[in-house]
């Protein structure tokens, strides 16, 4: 079974950094692309970053030069670091990854979420 796990949420200051982590874990034999997306409330869930298995990312424009995504392939993790945080980023982050387990073959699995809430 394979699952991933974000954490780092919290609450900060506008102007603020916070880092998101995603574990992925299980019976993993590859993965291609992961990805961060976030979801505020009323409103649909869209994606914040991605990135692929040979480093190539991807932004949303609304976090272009504030936001990084990182993976560290060898522990399966994916990495946001978020700077200059606004009010607007604040949501529920979500990790998902494309992963080719040893049971399922390629899943895209989603991790639970974890909040940011950005104060002004």
């Known amino acids: 079974q394979v699952q991933l796990v974000e954490s780092g949420g919290g609450l900060v200051q506008a102007g603020g950094s916070l880092r998101l982590s995603c574990v992925a874990s299980?019976?993993?034999?590859?993965?291609?692309?992961m990805g961060w997306y976030r979801q505020a409330p009323g409103k649909q869930r869209e994606v914040v970053a991605t990135?692929?298995?040979?480093?190539?990312?991807h932004y949303a424009d609304s976090v272009k030069a504030r936001f990084t995504i990182s993976r560290d392939n060898a522990k399966n993790t994916a990495y946001l670091q978020m700077n200059s945080l606004k009010p607007e980023d604040t949501a529920d982050y979500y990790c998902?990854?494309?992963?080719?387990?040893?049971?399922?073959?390629?899943?895209?699995?989603w991790g639970q979420g974890t909040q940011v809430t950005v104060s002004s």
């Open positions: 998902n990854a494309d992963i080719l387990s040893s049971v399922l073959g390629w899943q895209r699995y």
């Open positions: 299980g019976s993993i034999r590859s993965i291609n692309t």
């Open positions: 990135i692929t298995n040979d480093g190539r990312t």
